[in-house]
Antibody, heavy 122, light 107 residues
Framework: EVQLVESGGGLVQPGGSLRVSCAAS????????MNWVRQAPGKGLEWVSY????????YYADSVKGRFTISRDNAKNSLYLQMNSLRAEDTAVYYC???????????????WGQGTLVTVSS | DIQMTQSPSTLSASVGDRVTITCRAS??????LAWYQQKPGKAPKLLIY???SLESGVPSRFSGSGSGTEFTLTISSLQPDDFATYYC?????????FGQGTKVEIK
């Protein structure tokens, strides 16, 4: 079964740092591009970051550029999001999501993990 | 970045109704559009990709159409399990964007 499981969320003070992780199983992780998507409480979905299968190509949403760093460890089947200089507006459930295909350049997201809640508050 | 606008934001409907949700892109995205269903406290679930391709296991009452800048998601006969929030997403570039969501409520 293809599965993504996030971990590492929690409460952090404004200006602080946190790293969330996503453990992948049931598929060849090193073949797929991966993404982070977040959802603030009661709000819609916001794409946060993309990383290519090899980790050499990375993109960020403007709202997190310069503060967040996406990375992956293909040997450990794991995806990471290092979040620094956190702000109250970064409070959200953070989902990891796999690109839906290895054939086309740009893809839909499938599957998604269950999400991990990050709360930025003093 | 490409902006995605969904309408309506909220939709009240009854079981058995035909429901249509519209998604408009700020520039042409060809057919690079997906639709997701999300229920409270759950991760989004893929329904449709490439504008009209039905994901495996998704009931055939769901269908998608459109290309360029205007797209629709149609539920032919609304079922109790379909009350949820629906999002469109463009994937015409690495910076993928979502619509703001359409909540389908019980009338």
């Amino acid at each position: 079964e293809v599965q993504l499981v996030e971990s590492g969320g929690g409460l952090v003070q404004p200006g602080g740092s946190l790293r969330v992780s996503c453990a992948a199983s049931g598929f060849t992780f090193s073949s797929y591009e991966m993404n982070w998507v977040r959802q603030a409480p009661g709000k819609g979905l916001e794409w946060v970051s993309y990383i290519s299968s090899s980790g050499t190509t990375i993109y960020y949403a403007d709202s997190v550029k310069g503060r967040f760093t996406i990375s992956r460890d293909n040997a450990k089947n794991s995806l990471y999001l290092q979040m620094n200089s956190l702000r109250a507006e970064d409070t959200a459930v953070y989902y990891c999501a796999r690109d839906g295909s290895t054939v086309t350049t740009f893809n839909w997201f499938d599957p998604w993990g269950q999400g991990t809640l990050v709360t930025v508050s003093s | 970045d490409i902006q995605m606008t969904q309408s309506p934001s909220t939709l009240s409907a009854s079981v058995g109704d035909r429901v249509t949700i519209t998604c408009r892109a700020s520039q042409s995205i060809s057919s690079w559009l997906a639709w997701y269903q999300q229920k409270p406290g759950k991760a989004p679930k893929l329904l449709i990709y490439k504008a009209s391709s039905l994901e495996s296991g998704v009931p055939s009452r769901f269908s998608g159409s459109g290309s360029g800048t205007e797209f629709t998601l149609t539920i032919s006969s609304l079922q109790p399990d379909d009350f949820a929030t629906y999002y469109c997403q463009q994937y015409n570039s690495y910076t993928r964007t979502f619509g703001q969501g359409t909540k389908v409520e019980i009338k």
